[in-house]
């Protein structure tokens, strides 16, 4: 009884000290990140007071899987195709390359980083640096919005950021899903033939697509909605796609995120209810973060002496990988009106799906260094969330007073459709 | 409804096809279990807005899918998934029980004390002299019973009786939520079933140790008896803690209070869990300090507890549903079904009598009884204590608790809403 007192005790003043610190951080560099959580979760977890042991974790499996599969699908309803449509070739043209680069750099850093310096066989090393890379390549406008609600500004190349953090996100998420599907692990029934690579990519893919079409049909017209409860009967019918979605794709051992981004692909390019769904994932996007901080915070278990090199590493290859791609996308890539050298520097924050990615790794693969994926994604997340806000209103007073002297036959960018 | 329904069966066919490619590892957990967690939302939504489109409350809808789907009867959610899924349970009572006592407010119960107090007592003396009295008179037809002593039939019967005197807040909360029904008789049924649920606690730890001092397992009688007030004492303890954490949360945080509400649960489950109180009555007490006695605006708390209401309803009730063993009614269903109409008909004398004692509003006396016939967690939960402790009469006993239990609970809620509409303080129909 005393233990779990303490434990309680603990946790309550882990807390409290954590959301001093960080609101503090809050008010001073206008930090947008949500480390508490972290903080409460590791308090939670078995390294300290063990209130969410293995076998809790266990019992909350529901609840991650939604959380991942959430995230997921807020990134797929983002991909409207009458809205994609009408994009400046300019934007696109940036935002990819911005994403490649980044995504290219990073995996060729860190593959180095573990064949050649960790010493791991090129297979291990791959999957380590693809899902590490994918989550370097990951970012968030967070900083940016927090900018503009703070200074008033607004700045012309906040559409073209908008856009990049989503095509960053949809690199990144299908490169893992990729990865699993290539590197695909666990052993299926004698009865069948062992798919192939590409298979599992197609089976991945396929279960995307029939769970979209099948919750397209499950949701029905939008007017079947309206005269529901609304939000909270669409809640629940959405929790259940994902979940039920999530459940097929750790069934056979792929990615939920990847499973659940195909799904709410669908759903957003299909049917009448796709403003009702993305209007509800973005409300409840935040919480669902957060959740997933705490989840990661107690399933942390930093135990490898690898991390302290390794975690290290990664900050600083993301952080050159992330400048570089800026670079190449908003100099060589940008049209006049929409240089911008210092692309990268605006987009440091990395937002949930850099955690979903990492918890998901820890699930799928626990069997190759989860925890060094993790803590790095981390510690990558927690530090850049840090700095993000401060370099993210550099860029956006430069761009802000740069643009006075576009000119007006310039392509301007274009806000990012909903 | 029927696209609804090809859908889902569509998704089993496809989990189905699916199988052979199963390559879990033993770092993701029961995706098995998660995706019929998934089915069963699912179900439970559509046949929640067929009960709604058949004017019987949703909850009803919610418990049929999960009996549907569960291992009475087509088995596709199996026993060994519902264990897998207990803590999603546990949050959703913890989640109802905050939400309960938040909507527990001291300025209703002080006007309303006398009409709440009379028909508590009321209910209390007259269901358990009733179901006494019938369970006696039944004797020869009620399993437990059988190969007994005069005496140990007797504090048996009473146990019995205590057992099935218990109410719902459950139900009585999410019916509330869903047909946002507000006035004299929604303010008195969440009074009386609230603190019953307190004061059959009590009561059932008196009838316990008596019933197993008659059978002669007594010696650790006034152990069990300290046990269970130490639980309820130590529930109000948490509690009183727990309220104290959300208060100060509420005064200096207030920021993602559904995230906080949902890891306050969460903690509090675990520490029930180790140290043996009541979760249900804990949260409840701690949403009750917040609303009523923390010099903190609870409001933001209980729109946050509002905007998760439905989701937890559809788990708690679906989960519910799948547990419910249709066997246990079936196999003694004349006796269950004389003891429950029994039981309805005490409440209903009671209910009547005690609210015209207590000066109540016509439509309060008139319908409160129809908000007291439903019973599901907490009844469930006090005869899995008897089944545990007391071997071969409590499991007996269990099954034909669950078997009123589930009467009570497929026709309490429709009865609550048609009272509730009769005394015109349904919102939403």
Known sequence: ?418 | MIRRLVVLMLLVGGAVLLEPLGAPTEGVIAPRSLFLFGILLLTADTFGAVAHDLRTPRLVGYLLAGLALGPSVAGVVPAGVLEDLSMMKRLAVGLIGLLAGAELRIGDLRDRWRIVGSILTFQTVTVIALLLGATLLLQRWIPFLAGLDREAVFFVALLFAVLLTVNSPMVTLALLTETRASGPLARTTLGVVLVADVVIILLFTGAFSLAQASLGTAVGAPDIMMGLLRGVFGSMLAGALVGGVLSLYLRFVKRELVLFAVVVVFATAAAAQELEFELLLSLLVAGFLVENVAPVRAEPLLEALHQMAVPVFVIFFALAGAELHVQGFLALWPVVLGVALIRMGGIYVAATGGSRVGQAEPAVSRYVWTGLVSQAGVALGLATIVADRLPVVGIAMQTMVIGVVAFNESVGPILFRWGLLRAQEVKVT
């Open chain 1, 1 to 418: 009884m005393q233990t779990t007192l303490a434990a309680l005790a603990v946790i309550t003043v882990g807390y409290i000290l954590a959301y001093l610190v960080f609101d503090r951080l809050r008010d001073r560099f206008g930090y947008v990140g949500g480390a508490e959580y972290v903080v409460i979760g590791f308090l939670l977890g078995p390294r300290v007071t063990g209130l969410l042991g293995a076998e809790q974790v266990q019992d909350l499996t529901p609840i991650v899987s939604l959380a991942l599969g959430w995230l997921g699908m807020l990134l797929g309803t983002y991909f409207r195709l009458p809205a994609l449509a009408i994009i400046e070739a300019s934007h696109l043209r940036i935002a990819f390359t911005e994403a490649v680069t980044t995504f290219g750099c990073a995996l060729a850093a860190l593959l180095a980083l573990f064949h050649y310096v960790s010493g791991y066989a090129w297979t291990e090393a791959a999957v380590q640096a693809v899902t590490l890379a994918a989550v370097a390549t990951l970012s968030s406008t967070a900083a940016i919005d927090a900018v503009t609600r703070k200074s008033g500004q607004v700045s012309p190349i906040f559409p073209v950021l908008q856009l990049t953090a989503r095509i960053d996100a949809l690199v990144a998420v299908a490169a893992f899903g990729l990865l699993l599907a290539i590197f695909h692990l666990g052993q299926v029934s004698l009865k069948v033939r062992p798919p192939t690579a590409t298979e599992w990519a197609v089976i991945n893919l396929a279960v995307g697509v029939s769970s979209g079409v099948l919750f397209h049909l499950f949701l029905g017209p939008r007017t079947h909605l309206q005269e529901a409860e609304g939000n909270s009967r669409l809640f629940v019918a959405l929790a259940g796609a994902i979940v039920v979605a999530s459940g097929a794709s750790y069934y056979l051992n792929l990615s939920p995120i990847y499973t659940n981004l195909v799904l709410g692909f669908i759903l957003a390019n299909s049917g009448s209810s796709h403003r009702d769904v993305t209007r509800l994932l973005l409300n409840t996007e935040r919480p669902v973060y957060l959740a997933l901080l705490i989840f990661a915070g107690a399933a942390w278990s930093p135990s490898s002496p690898e991390l302290l090199f390794v975690a290290p590493m990664f900050v600083i290859i993301r952080l050159g990988a992330r400048f570089l791609g800026g670079w190449v996308a908003g100099g060589p890539a940008a049209p006049a009106g929409l240089k911008t050298p210092r692309l990268g520097r605006a987009l440091l924050a990395q937002g949930g799906i850099a955690v979903a990615l990492a918890v998901n790794y820890t699930q799928v693969r626990p069997d190759l260094n989860a925890d060094l994926v993790l803590t790095a994604t981390l510690v990558s997340v927690l530090l850049f969330d840090i700095v993000a806000s401060r370099e993210a209103g550099d860029v956006v007073g430069r761009t802000s007073g740069s643009m006075a002297s576009v000119p007006e036959d310039a392509p301007r960018a274009e806000p990012m459709p909903q």
